[in-house]
């Protein structure tokens, strides 16, 4: 069983709070438009990251980050990438990654726009935890933590990051 914390689109922000709601969790996903590599220094102190860079990226992230990760935990399949659309509406390419990948979990960013929903087409999980940083149009930060047991994500919690 590994507890997992998601975010994404930080844009440069740094917050104190993404270091207490992630302290029990076993790794951290960062689905791209890290801003700076500070961000992601940050959040190697707490645990373990997967991170891909996203749009905003520049060459430090990027030489850090790949544009899309795969791999498995607790027997789930996860697949990360920044800009995938959303189910129903997938950007071009998407759709033919999971038909190959196969991925239980697929985390997404880019949107700020928080989305939690089973996809039937893919039999896929699709995550985007909406917009951690300042920068956009979003009007509440939010984070995502989650358990993955035994291939399973279970105990999915939304958190809110209001103004100070």
């Known amino acids: 069983m590994k507890r997992i914390g998601i975010l994404s689109d930080t844009h440069s922000t ?3 709070r ?11 996903w960062h689905a791209g438009d890290i801003g700076d590599i ?15 860079y996203g749009n905003i990226d520049g060459a430090a992230i990027r030489r850090e980050c790949p544009v899309e990760q795969v791999f498995e935990v607790e027997g789930a399949k996860v697949l990360i990438r920044h800009i995938v659309g959303r189910p129903g509406k997938y950007s071009f390419g998407i759709p ?51 358990t993955i047991d035994s291939g399973i994500p279970r105990d999915l919690e939304v958190i809110e990051l209001h103004p100070k």
Not at 38 to 52: H, T
Not at 98 to 116: D, F, N, Q, T, Y
Not at 121 to 145: E, M, S
Request: charged residues 25%; neutral net charge.
């Open 96 to 146: 033919t990654r999971l038909r190959v990948e196969r991925p239980k979990i697929l985390v997404a960013g880019h949107s700020h726009i928080l989305m939690v929903k089973y996809d039937q087409t893919f039999d896929t999980l699709y995550i985007n935890p909406g917009a951690a940083g300042t920068y956009g149009a979003q009007v509440v930060r939010t984070l995502i933590r989650f």
């Open 38 to 52: 500070s961000v992601l220094e940050e959040l190697r102190k707490i645990c373990p990251v997967r991170a891909v």
């Open 14 to 16: 740094w917050d104190e």
């Open 18 to 28: 993404f270091a207490h709601h992630f302290a029990e969790c076993d790794e951290i």
